[in-house]
């Protein structure tokens, strides 16, 4: 196994700091119209965070650009469906991709993905999903350093839960015993919910799980929050250090909901999605979804998502062939 360093664990951007409805970005924006409905391709099921996200979105996009915006789901090989699909959309701006961090990881980690990271353009990062590191109540640790501690002093004796291969939650496992030299087993679940759930049981020791998923139960106390994994705190959970701050300085693993189109749509049509993006994620019932779900709201500019991007492929990709980590399909 390679060994993945430090500086190559953080190649990527720290935390993007919010430019939500910057004035530059709407004032640079295309006259480009649609001249049809615009589908937002979702590669997830129905019900999801981000699905909810894009849902509440849809109306102001509609607003704003005279046609209605539909989200399309196409779900299925952990996101790698949608994505192909909407790799091989028209470019002409009728077609967006509702892109998460999985579709970053999947060109590197799949046999076959059937698409490559360039063969889309990143329209703006919309927001951050952040992981929260939970633990059974009963783990032998109160704070991440203890829990760190343990850990490193302890290989192969504790174990993890994930929702799956090639999920965030085992890429910050991942990035943990890479950059600590800790030793612990993985077991992946079909989704957060039952791996929450055993966690809560006692079954699995940890999780870095979405915070999404587990704010709720951390709330009600049936959960125990260490850490966030964002380069800032989140307000959802406030008195939640960051691991960056206190155990690995600079580490950061999360998720996040994007706009992507195929890569030869034109700037116009780019542009204009830009600035309707940003104007919808500005409107009170969409801030209202976004602290409901523990998101930190950003709204990039077009150049910064795409910095964005190259850096988290550059990140990821270093990670997974380091570990020699692969996803199977089906």
Known sequence: ????????????????????????ALAQAGDWSPSQPVRLINPFAPGGSPDILARAMAPHVQQMLGQP????????????????YAAQQPADGHAVFLAAISAVLAPFMAREPGYRIEDFRPVSILTVT?????????????????????LRASPGRFNYATAGIGTPHQMAAELYASLSGAQMTHVPYRGTAPALTD????????????????????????????????????????????????????????????????????????????????????????????????????????????????????????????????????
């Not at 190649?11 to 004035?23: C, E, I, K, R, V």
């Not at 915006?69 to 192909?84: F, L, S």
């Not at 952040?130 to 343990?150: C, G, H, M, S």
């Open 199 to 330: 966690i809560r049981a006692g079954t699995v020791d940890f999780m870095f799980a979405d915070l999404a998923a587990a704010l709720g139960q951390i709330r009600q106390g049936g959960l125990r929050a260490l850490a966030v994994t964002t380069s800032r705190r989140v307000p959802a959970i406030a008195e939640v250090p960051m691991m960056g701050e206190t155990i690995l300085p600079g580490f950061e693993a999360y998720s996040f909901v994007s706009w992507w189109v195929p890569a030869r749509t034109p700037d116009a049509a780019v542009r204009r999605l830009n600035q309707v993006a940003l104007h919808a994620l500005g409107q009170a019932d969409v801030q209202a979804r976004i602290q409901e779900f523990g998101f930190l709201a950003e709204g990039t500019s077009v150049e910064r998502a795409q910095q964005f991007v190259t850096a988290e492929g550059a990140k990821w990709s270093g990670l997974i062939r380091a570990r020699n980590l692969r996803f199977e399909e089906g």
């Open 69 to 84: 915006m539909v989200v399309e789901n196409r779900p299925g090989a952990g996101g790698m469906v949608g994505a192909r």
């Open 130 to 150: 952040p992981l929260v590191l939970v633990v059974r109540e009963n783990f032998p640790a109160q704070n991440v350093a203890e829990w760190d501690r343990v």
């Open 1 to 24: 196994m390679r060994p993945f360093t430090r500086r190559a664990a953080l190649l990527a951007p720290t935390l993007l700091a919010p430019t939500l409805l910057a004035g530059p």
